[in-house]
């Protein structure tokens, strides 16, 4: 933005200084950040949404605060959008000022900021899913996205029958690939526990993961001397692969290591 510190640096002479405080020379980092007029919108904006004002030294330290902020805010649509308009704002007052010598008072500013947000609310669609977001939307005034209704699916552990050994497995993917965590549960026919595992692993796909634990888990069951063992797993994928016996190559080493076990149990 062609702020006066912008402008000087091109080598055009001005006399700077601040619309909005005017105690001060006209920097990015002032005029958005550190004046006072600014700094009491912002903190009006942020009291709304909960967030602490960290005084960002820069406009670039203020994205990446920002960047952060938005994984935990209420309502991270209003949040995001917000930073934009309320730095527009500011903008537009300093240019009223400036060379229509109309100068507002925060609460117009902060009220005009208001019905900018309400505007431009119909592209929001992070729904509405605590208390705390709704107050935050009644704040800003701005419509209620309602949180889709979520269908619940019944699950249900069956035990195996007496002198086998049910193994149920689990792996996820933060990020897909990314950091992932294996883990099982081995149990008897009275759903007692007798052995479990959890398992951090380096960066892997859902699939591989899964795979993974599975084999984790085989390899509990072989040591522990199990003969009858029933394996319980959520991927459909990969469950498909086992009985069709189309085994993937990050996995055939211990699959073929694992065959003289497998081949002895039921
Ligand atoms: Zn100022």
New binding site residues.
């Given amino acids: 933005m062609p702020t006066n510190a912008a402008v000087a640096s091109r080598r055009v002479c001005l006399v700077s200084r ?1 619309e ?2 005017a ?2 020379v006209e920097l990015d980092s ?2 958005f950040l550190d ?3 600014s700094l009491r919108l912002w903190q009006r904006f942020t009291d709304i949404l909960i967030v602490h004002w960290p005084s960002p030294v820069s406009i670039d330290d203020f994205f990446l605060w920002g960047k952060r902020k938005a994984r935990v805010v209420p309502i991270k649509d209003a949040w995001t959008v917000g930073m934009i308009i309320m730095m527009y704002c500011i903008w537009l007052e300093c240019n009223h000022r400036r060379f229509d010598g109309i100068a507002l008072e925060v609460d117009k500013v902060f009220s005009g900021f208001l019905t900018s947000m309400k505007k431009l609310s119909w592209s929001f669609t992070t729904p509405v899913s605590s208390i705390i977001d709704l107050c935050c939307a009644r704040r800003l005034d701005i419509p209620i996205i309602p949180n889709p209704t979520r269908v619940m699916l019944e699950v249900r552990w069956h035990c195996p029958s007496p002198g086998w050994v049910k193994l149920n497995v689990d792996g996820c993917s933060l990020g897909n690939p990314g950091r992932t965590g294996a883990g099982g549960v081995l149990r008897d026919h009275r759903a007692t526990h007798i052995s479990a595992f959890s398992v951090f692993l380096s960066n892997l796909t859902n699939y591989e993961v899964e795979f993974r634990a599975i084999f984790i888990g085989l390899l509990r069951a072989k040591d522990l001397g199990i003969t009858h063992l029933w394996v319980e797993c959520d991927s459909k994928a990969v469950v498909d692969a086992l009985n069709a016996k189309s085994i993937p190559l990050f996995v055939t080493q211990q699959w073929m290591g694992l065959q003289p076990f497998l081949d002895s149990i039921s």
């Fill in positions: 601040c909005l405080c105690s001060s002032h005029l004046c006072p007029f």
